[in-house]
């Protein structure tokens, strides 16, 4: 169909999805009042398409918004990395990113207080990578089998349908490694007044791998280079009543003026012995890598320029997995990482079909060649190709030796079920995010903290406030005066115990 715009564009007949002419654009019937016929195949055509025009809604990230652009690298990183893509100083790479709010349905206002979704594809001649983030560098969770649950929190109550503050703090109460995010959640920080001033972040930790078969730990940094901007709980809620679509609309316009948005590209880089002997698990989800012992490596610069042309075909379609890696760019153990690594792609077959991949916008732009066939949707590339292998034609695809990773080297590993909860330190990084914010900070925090918590049982008020307490002192004393409870509530030796894990998460004696 044209793209063509305006009184000058020239006329087309209008057709059905098969290209055959329509003459008249009014039901079919018997007679002018009679009943319609089921011959009306053009009617029928367009209502059974109707019917269809909306695909299942993504369970998490359902509302968001993409763009087009150019990841350009600036400094070399071949010493970590074989990726092509990244081979060179001054490589340009196609990728198109989505952002996302996670917890609301496709409804949902954009400047509501939720983490964010950050979900970068690249193009690259080696096929298309997916890095899934949020604006975050943690997560709620670390063990895999708490996601569902976790979401399950996030939406609506089974019974009266409505958002639940109970059951969200019924959960985060009773798994405190949530309260490092929580932490971030509930901060000035927990309202991005656009998609364009925020940070992304990978959050997992992936490998790298050079060309001697060198591996290397890896957390994924993207910088705005338009500044932090966020937005007050007053100003979210002003905004909200204006325009739902805020954020939709802002990254929109202002790339349509030709403002284009950019991020600084940064890794950090654990080596294997390291990560050995490191004080935390670096695997973690709910964990960062202290910047002054890792620092940031400047790999590229990242800019949205291009707006896509059909929000359904190239944003709502579009589909990013984890499990869409390319040679020199792995996974680790990170546990939610590796259960990601089929949800997502698990997911894309429910929501968009077996050949999502063959999307546009999900499309490689390098050749695919391999022996996967058919299915609804296939766009029948392959042609009479053999579909099978190991097979006897020349041509066809075949393994390469030279791509292969190398092996993890696991040691002596038992297989069980582990506790994901018990004999973590899941308070010092909150509690050191906490003593970082001013007063002020600390006050406004606290307040919206007790604001939601305020609507929960009270014996959740109290789990939670232990969590508060263990990981600073001044943080469980704030919140349980807003919420009205007297500290003495707590036995007195629980409260002298709370105080003093909390001043040693502070570093005090």
């Known amino acids: 169909m044209s793209n063509q715009k305006g009184s000058n564009a020239p006329q087309c007949p209008l057709t059905t999805a098969n290209g055959a002419p329509i003459g008249v654009q009014q039901a079919l019937t018997a007679g002018p009042r009679g009943p319609v016929l089921m011959q009306d195949v053009q009617l029928l055509e367009q209502m059974q398409h109707f019917n269809r025009e909306r695909i299942p809604e993504r369970v998490v990230h359902a509302k968001g918004s993409g763009a087009y652009g150019i990841f350009t690298v600036t400094h070399d990183v071949t010493r970590y990395t074989k990726a092509a893509f990244l081979s ?14 996670v917890a609301g349905e496709r409804g949902a206002a954009d400047a509501e207080r939720d983490v964010r979704g950050f979900a970068v594809k690249f193009y690259t001649e080696e096929g298309n990578w997916d890095l899934v983030g949020n604006n975050t560098p943690v997560f709620f969770v670390r063990d895999p089998y708490k996601f569902q649950n976790f979401i399950h929190t996030q939406k609506r109550h089974p019974a009266t349908n409505l958002r ?5 703090w019924d959960f985060w109460s009773l798994c405190p490694e949530s309260l490092h995010q ?17 940070n992304g972040y990978g959050s997992h930790t992936y490998s790298m791998v050079n060309n001697e078969g060198d591996r290397v730990w890896v957390k994924f940094h993207f910088k705005t280079m338009q500044g932090i901007k966020n937005l007050s ?10 325009d739902r679509e805020s954020h939709q609309r802002d990254l929109y316009t202002s790339i349509a003026r030709g403002e284009f ?13 390291q990560s050995e002997t490191f004080r ?15 620092p940031l490596i400047e790999v590229g610069v990242l800019e949205l320029n291009r707006n896509p042309e059909n929000y359904f075909a190239e944003v709502e379609q579009a589909a990013f997995k984890p499990s869409a890696l390319v040679p020199g760019i792995g996974s680790s153990p990170d546990k939610m990482l590796q259960a990601r690594l089929m ?13 999502h991949h063959q999307i546009p916008v999900n499309k490689p732009r390098c050749p695919v060649m391999n022996y996967i066939r058919d299915g609804a949707i296939t766009d029948g590339s392959y042609g009479a190709a053999p579909n099978y292998w190991p097979n006897s034609h020349s041509g066809t695809p075949r393994p390469s030796p030279a791509h292969a990773d190398p092996a993890w080297n696991l040691g002596q590993v038992v297989v069980d079920r582990f506790d994901s909860t018990g004999g973590h330190d899941d308070y010092t990084q909150p509690g050191n995010l906490y003593r970082m914010f001013d007063e002020s900070h600390r006050d406004r925090l606290t307040t919206r903290i007790a ?3 305020s609507q929960a049982r009270k014996e959740i008020q109290l789990r939670q406030l232990c969590h508060f307490f263990r990981a600073d002192a001044d943080y469980g004393s704030r919140v349980a005066k807003k919420l009205g409870i007297d500290t003495a509530a707590f036995a007195p030796s629980t409260l002298q115990e709370l105080k003093h894990e909390a001043a040693v998460g502070a570093g005090q004696p």
């Open 88 to 101: 060179s100083v001054g490589k340009k790479t196609e990728t198109f990113l989505r952002f996302s709010t």
């Open 164 to 168: 639940d503050l109970d059951m969200q």
């Open 182 to 198: 929580v932490t971030i959640l509930m901060s000035d920080r927990g309202i991005p007044a656009t998609y364009r001033h925020l």
């Open 233 to 242: 709980d007053d100003e979210a809620s002003r905004l909200i009543g204006d």
């Open 261 to 273: 948005p950019k991020w600084r590209v940064c890794i950090q880089v654990m080596t294997q012995s």
């Open 280 to 294: 935390w698990n670096p695997f973690d989800l709910t964990k960062v890598w202290p910047h002054a012992e890792f």
């Open 343 to 355: 949800s997502y792609a698990d997911t894309h077959l429910h929501r968009l079909g077996v050949n």
């Open 451 to 453: 604001a939601g918590l």
